[in-house]
């Protein structure tokens, strides 16, 4: 999809099915095909800025996250904003992360990298935790709770962009440090699933190259 298409139709989601302008009503109904391809469009995007989307904006991303797949109903996922100031509280941990994580390999961090880490939620204006916390469930094993938190991630993701905004979905190997988890008040057995970085972008959206299906696909019959 071009460009300008693709704007068209971020423009024509944010706008409701039939308008009237000057006593003429205009139909932008968006056909199923522009949706598949509105999906394939997403890219990450690890360069963001202002503007933010707002408190109301995010919380109607999670509401739309939390209609993921859920076996069970467990609801495993909890979601932390940080934004603001409260991004050099997480930069703070995930530096104490980094120190600890050296210190139990023998190694010392460089004040560059020290630096390196503790600015890393400044990357973009809000940050979006993903965390899972496992339920015990006969029926429901970890695994299956990790999953349905990656497609609550992925619905999340893209109810952002459906308001404009632009994200990149990081963990990093710090995530699941011990001062990470405390952090995010993550238990044992839980996971910091996603760090989904989550701003504006000003540059045009990368084109994906086409990923061929032949070895990812059989059908049976
Ligand atoms: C669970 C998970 C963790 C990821 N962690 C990182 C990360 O820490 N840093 C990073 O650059 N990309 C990370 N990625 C990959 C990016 O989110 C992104 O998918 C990748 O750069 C490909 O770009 P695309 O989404 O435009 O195809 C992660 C993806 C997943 C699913």
């Known amino acids: 999809m071009s460009t300008a298409k693709q704007a068209d139709l971020d423009k024509s989601k944010n706008q409701s099915s039939s308008s009237v302008e000057d006593g003429v009503t205009t139909n932008t109904q968006v056909t199923d095909e522009q949706i598949i391809n509105w999906i394939k469009s997403r890219r990450s995007i ?26 069970k109903k467990l609801q495993p996922w909890r ?3 940080t934004q603001g100031n409260a991004r050099h509280e997480l930069g703070r941990a995930l530096l104490t992360a980094a120190q600890e994580k050296a210190a139990r390999e023998g190694e010392v961090l460089s004040d560059k990298d020290q630096q390196k ?21 006969k029926k429901v094993p970890h695994f299956e709770q990790l999953l349905s938190t990656g497609a609550a991630v992925q619905n999340l993701i893209l109810a952002l962009k459906a308001q404009g905004f632009s994200t990149v979905w990081r963990t ?11 952090y995010f008040d993550a ?11 989550t701003g504006s972008s000003h540059c045009d959206m990368p084109t994906r190259k086409p990923i061929d299906l032949e070895p990812l696909l059989r059908f049976e019959s």
């Open 117 to 137: 880490t503790y600015n890393m939620p400044l990357r973009a204006p809000v940050i979006i935790t993903v965390v899972t916390r496992m339920q015990q469930h």
């Open 46 to 71: 690890g360069n963001l800025t202002i503007p933010a989307p707002s408190e109301e904006q995010i919380t109607a991303a999670i509401d739309c996250a939390v209609t993921a797949p859920d076996h």
């Open 79 to 81: 979601f932390i904003v």
């Open 187 to 197: 238990g044992i057995d839980d996971y910091v699933s996603a760090f989904v970085y």
């Open 172 to 182: 990093g190997l710090l995530c699941n440090e011990p001062a990470v988890k405390a």
